[in-house]
């Protein structure tokens, strides 16, 4: 018996190992060099080319490989299977003629011998998102825009020069994909400091660096240990869970949020902040919630909203004055519920909204609700901030 089961367990691991090695061999063992592809046509595009072609009839053709140098001495190649009819070249930063050569690749990991065609890029979408960069100052920094029109993936820096040193810092870098983009760079000092800015690809060209002198605008932060509830007649300030998800959370700089009655109110509706003192302002921070999906850019989370300013807080509206109407937007502008890594980004630091320079000075404001992102009957959001002078 014992004599039996050896020689079965002896059978068995030689099919075992049998099977491994014949599985490290082609399963089609055909040693002839494939022909090469047919009737190649170029559709050049910005920053590579598409590159048509047709398999040869009755081939054991595996699939399609290109091999091209888009930078110095860096060989790349690109393959496509056989059930497709076309090339994808990408990558490439200079409008010029670049060589590529098309192999067919067997069943067995043969390679023909090669054709060489070549494509003319045109404009790389790198040098024109770097065309359409406009820089100018803002409060406590500067305000970037570009216009990403193939909503390619870039990282923006944002370099300073450092004084002493005379050498470059990087000070910021941003992740975008969106195809129209404002970036504030806060946090600055308000005197002259030299600045570069550029971007960078996923294949590491970078674009030319614009060089800009620009002197951020004075503001401070105002003091949120001063704020208070003013508790207007006819403000919806009342919390879902009183004593936990209350207004004066909007101001305490932590993870407690503001969270309205879902049958109490309706939209529009609007609460009161006492600031404790006047300002004139020059921008403001809206935190939504961040702990989960389903109030990220949804639910009820403020769309459109309003704030207006009094030094006489009256219910009647006649006495206040509009400072800003603004919309949340996600960047990348998917659905309610679809999220990019840009989208969580920004939903983490908060949207920022400069207003429009003002002369008077406002203790008290109003934040009044046009529109949710789920069109909901109240609102929830986590922080409110507010500078200014």
């Not at 075992?16 to 002839?32: A, F, H, R, S, T």
């Not at 081939?59 to 393959?79: G, H, N, P, T, W």
């Not at 400072?323 to 890594?341: I, R």
Request: charged share 25%; glycine share 6%; with cysteine.
């Amino acid at each position: 018996m014992k004599i039996k089961l050896f020689i079965i367990n002896a059978i068995a691991l030689f099919i075992v190992y049998g099977c491994g090695e014949d599985m490290k061999e082609p399963l089609i063992k055909n040693q002839g060099i494939p022909p090469e592809v047919e009737h190649v046509r170029i559709e050049n595009i910005p920053g590579g080319a598409k590159i048509y072609y047709v398999l040869p009839e009755n081939s054991d053709i595996l699939y399609v490989v290109a091999e091209f140098y888009a930078q110095k001495e860096i060989k790349r190649e690109v393959k496509s299977s056989r059930y497709n009819n076309y090339l994808m070249l990408e990558g490439f930063s200079e409008e010029k003629e670049y060589p590529v050569t098309l192999y067919t690749v067997s069943r067995s990991e043969v390679r023909s011998n090669g054709i060489i065609t070549s494509i003319n890029p045109l404009k790389s979408p790198l040098n024109s998102i770097r065309e359409t960069l406009s820089v100018f100052e803002t409060f406590g920094g500067v305000m970037t825009n570009f216009t990403n029109e193939l909503e390619k993936e870039y990282i923006f820096y944002t370099l300073i020069k450092d004084e002493e040193s005379g050498e470059w810092i990087e000070y910021d870098r941003l992740y975008t994909q969106s195809k129209n983009r404002d970036y504030a760079i806060r946090g600055l000092e308000s005197k002259a400091l030299e600045f570069g800015f550029y971007f960078s690809d996923k294949w590491k060209y970078n674009s030319d660096t614009l060089i800009m002198t620009l002197t951020p605008l004075y503001e401070i932060e105002c003091d949120k240990s001063l704020w208070s509830d003013a508790n207007l007649s006819d403000d919806s300030n009342e919390a879902y869970f009183p004593g936990a998800w209350d207004l004066a959370n909007l101001w305490d700089n932590g993870d407690k949020f503001f969270y309205q009655p879902d049958s109490k109110y309706s939209i529009p509706n609007w609460f009161t902040i006492n600031l404790g003192k006047k300002y004139r302002f020059s921008r403001m921070r809206y935190n939504q919630l961040t702990h989960h999906d389903t109030w990220k850019f949804a639910d009820g989370a403020p769309q459109i909203f309003e704030i207006w300013g009094t030094n006489n807080p009256i219910t009647n509206w006649d006495a206040w004055t509009l400072l800003g109407k603004f919309e949340s937007v996600n960047p990348s502008g998917l659905p309610v519920g679809q999220f990019t890594e840009e989208d969580y980004a920004v939903n983490i630091s908060g949207e920022e909204y400069d207003f429009q320079p003002m002369q008077e000075e406002y203790q008290y404001i109003r934040f009044k609700t046009i529109k949710t992102w789920g069109n909901t009957r109240y609102i929830c959001f986590k922080e409110l901030t507010l500078w200014g002078q």
